[in-house]
Every structure is written in C-alpha cells, then in structure tokens.
C-alpha cells in the first residue's frame, strides 16, 4: 500500500493505493481539528488495518517545497520532511506543491473531468498552466520533456494583482491601504472574495460588511446588486491572472482553473467579463482565442498528480 495526501489550508485529503494504483479508503479532515500534518496522517492511518500501513507515500501541501523544513502561509503548521517520514515509518516520502500535484495530473483529465469555459483544441503535447482559489491562490505549470511532463512548481499567487478598470484600481489600492502589498491571493480566494465584497460596501458608503465567502454566492445568486459586482470583478480579475500565466508560461496546451470556488460560481461565469477579459489581450488576442481554458471538476486532481510521481500510469 501506498498513502497519498492532499493538505490544503483548510482540509486534508488522504487515500491509499493498492498495487494496480487504485484509490482506497479516501477521507477528508477538517485541518483545525488537528495541531499538524503528522498527527492528522497518524489519526488516519490509524483507522485502517495494520496489514495497510503504507512503505511509501506522496504528499502534496500547500506550501513551497524548497528543503527539508516546510512551512505553510494560511495555516501555522510546520513539518519536516525527515522526521515525518521517519515518524510514519516510510522507505520513501514523496512532498511536493499542492498544484505541481494538480499540474503533474493534468494529461490524465478527460473531458468527464473538465468543463471547457472558451478557447479551442489544444495542440499535443503542449505547455499547460493551473491556477486555483481556495483558501489562498495556487498556481503551477506543465510542459512536455524528453520523458513526459514535468511540472513547474510556483508562488504565482502571491504575484502583484494588476487593474484593468478604474473601479478595479479602486478597491487594489484600498486593500493596498489596509496590508500594505495587494497580491492575486488577496482577491483571487476565499477570503479574497469577502475582501472585494467589503472594499465595495465601503466605497459605496454602505460601511463594512461583516460577511462570508458562502454569503456573497448566496446573495448573488439573489440579484443583490453588490454581491453580483463583487463576483463579476472576482471573475475579470480571475481572467487577468489566468491569461497572464498562460502567455508567460506559452501555455497554448490550456488553462485550468482547480480549487474549491470556482464550480460554486460557474452559473455565472457566461454573464461575466470572464470571457473578454480572458482574450483581450491586444495584439495577442488571436493568440489567446485559441487557449481552451477549463475548470477542472474531479474533486481530488492533486491524486492523480501524487499517483504518477509514485509511478502509477
């Protein structure tokens, strides 16, 4: 057996494999319900067999994987890849970026997998790019070599956030005001979401809005007015990031869109800028009228990623 895991910000996905790579056992856990990521693994390990316990693992997190010692941002935990795989008993430990696991699972999606947003048939074996609003904003990239793909792991979401609008600019600099470096994390996420939503109230002369993600959805969905601006800046933005990867990265292999918000906004992703802001690229817009941009709909893309760096094809 094997054991893989997702660990966000906010949950924790964990699965074992068996030998043909088939997922077993998948359970999800709340992150606050734990101290850190070796006491979450233990607990799951623990409710199955001792005849599973895995030799080897391969852990995505949401954090940059750069030596030894991993710390992550929107959570205060903290591991060591030594003694974590010392702690669980592994012969091997496989940690790598949240969305290089998304990005390394990329050529296995199928069109069950994904909802095709615009754009038009990939070229083979091209450079593609991920990005993803959760808790935070994960981006990453995939281009071909000479033995696959290899995956490009990236901070790209703590990238300055660039305005298209006045009335973008607007709410950048008021954020910018208040933290002092408004990066595409600060509006592309969750908590981003919330951010827009009470920049708007303010500068509307509504005061500050006590409210959460869930909530500005949900009074979009009801046509109030504050709340379907605030989406509709959130999916410009989200288009103003995810071109500009794609042309830095020359990913005319397509552009994915991971993460926990997106399907929740998809109804109205059609009556957005998302779309024209997605192309309008000056003399490169015919250039990006041919990228397919997707929103990835498997609830568990980091697996296959972690499955192929275990060697499962």
Same mark, same amino acid.
Request: glycine share 8%; with cysteine; aromatic share 6%.
């Given at each position: 057996m094997d054991l893989i895991a997702d660990i966000?910000?906010?949950?924790?996905?964990?699965?074992?494999?068996?030998?043909?790579?088939?997922?077993?056992?998948?359970?999800?856990?709340?992150?606050?319900?734990?101290?850190?990521?070796?006491?979450?693994l233990e607990v799951y390990l623990d409710h199955r067999r001792a005849s599973d316990r895995p030799r080897r693992a391969a852990i995505a997190i949401a954090a940059p994987v750069t030596d030894d010692k991993v710390s992550m941002l929107n959570i205060d935990w903290q591991v060591s890849q030594t003694a974590l795989k010392a702690e669980l008993a592994l012969h091997r430990?496989?940690? +790598? !970026?949240? *969305?290089? @696991?998304?990005?390394?699972?990329?050529? #296995?999606?199928?069109?069950?997998?994904?909802?095709q947003l615009c754009g038009g048939d990939?070229?083979?074996?091209?450079?593609?790019?991920?990005?993803?609003?959760?808790?935070?904003?994960?981006?990453?990239?995939?281009?071909?070599?000479?033995d696959g793909w290899t995956a490009i792991s990236s901070e790209g979401g703590h990238t300055t956030m660039a305005a298209n609008t006045d009335e973008e600019a607007e709410v950048i600099a008021r954020?910018?005001?208040k933290i002092g470096h408004c990066s595409a994390e600060r509006?592309?996420?969750?908590?981003?979401?919330?951010?827009m939503y009470v920049?708007?109230?303010?500068?509307a002369g509504r005061g500050t809005a006590t409210i959460k993600a869930a909530d500005v959805t949900a009074l979009a969905r009801q046509k109030e007015p504050l709340a379907r601006q605030t +989406? !509709?800046? *959130?999916? @410009?933005?989200?288009?103003?990031?995810? #071109?500009?990867?794609?042309?830095?990265?020359?990913?005319?292999?397509?552009l994915y869109i991971a993460g926990g918000i997106?399907?929740?906004?998809?109804?109205?992703?059609?009556?957005?800028?998302?779309?024209?802001?997605?192309?309008?690229?000056?003399?490169?817009?015919?250039?990006?009228?041919?990228?397919?941009?997707?929103?990835?709909?498997?609830?568990?893309?980091?697996f296959r990623g972690l499955k192929y760096l275990l060697g499962y094809r």
């Amino acid at each position: 057996m094997d054991l893989i895991a997702d660990i966000g910000a906010t949950n924790t996905r964990c699965a074992l494999l068996d030998d043909k790579g088939h997922v077993l056992s998948p359970e999800t856990f709340e992150n606050t319900d734990f101290t850190g990521v070796s006491g979450l693994l233990e607990v799951y390990l623990d409710h199955r067999r001792a005849s599973d316990r895995p030799r080897r693992a391969a852990i995505a997190i949401a954090a940059p994987v750069t030596d030894d010692k991993v710390s992550m941002l929107n959570i205060d935990w903290q591991v060591s890849q030594t003694a974590l795989k010392a702690e669980l008993a592994l012969h091997r430990l496989i940690m +790598v !970026n949240d *969305f290089a @696991a998304v990005a390394w699972g990329l050529p #296995s999606l199928t069109s069950k997998d994904r909802q095709q947003l615009c754009g038009g048939d990939p070229p083979a074996r091209s450079p593609m790019a991920v990005l993803g609003p959760g808790s935070g904003l994960g981006v990453a990239g995939l281009i071909p070599s000479s033995d696959g793909w290899t995956a490009i792991s990236s901070e790209g979401g703590h990238t300055t956030m660039a305005a298209n609008t006045d009335e973008e600019a607007e709410v950048i600099a008021r954020i910018r005001d208040k933290i002092g470096h408004c990066s595409a994390e600060r509006v592309l996420s969750g908590p981003g979401l919330v951010q827009m939503y009470v920049t708007l109230s303010e500068i509307a002369g509504r005061g500050t809005a006590t409210i959460k993600a869930a909530d500005v959805t949900a009074l979009a969905r009801q046509k109030e007015p504050l709340a379907r601006q605030t +989406v !509709n800046m *959130f999916l @410009a933005l989200l288009a103003t990031q995810a #071109s500009n990867l794609v042309l830095t990265l020359g990913a005319r292999g397509g552009l994915y869109i991971a993460g926990g918000i997106m399907p929740r906004l998809m109804e109205f992703v059609a009556q957005s800028p998302f779309q024209e802001r997605f192309v309008a690229k000056g003399r490169y817009r015919a250039y990006m009228e041919s990228v397919p941009a997707y929103v990835i709909t498997d609830e568990l893309p980091a697996f296959r990623g972690l499955k192929y760096l275990l060697g499962y094809r």
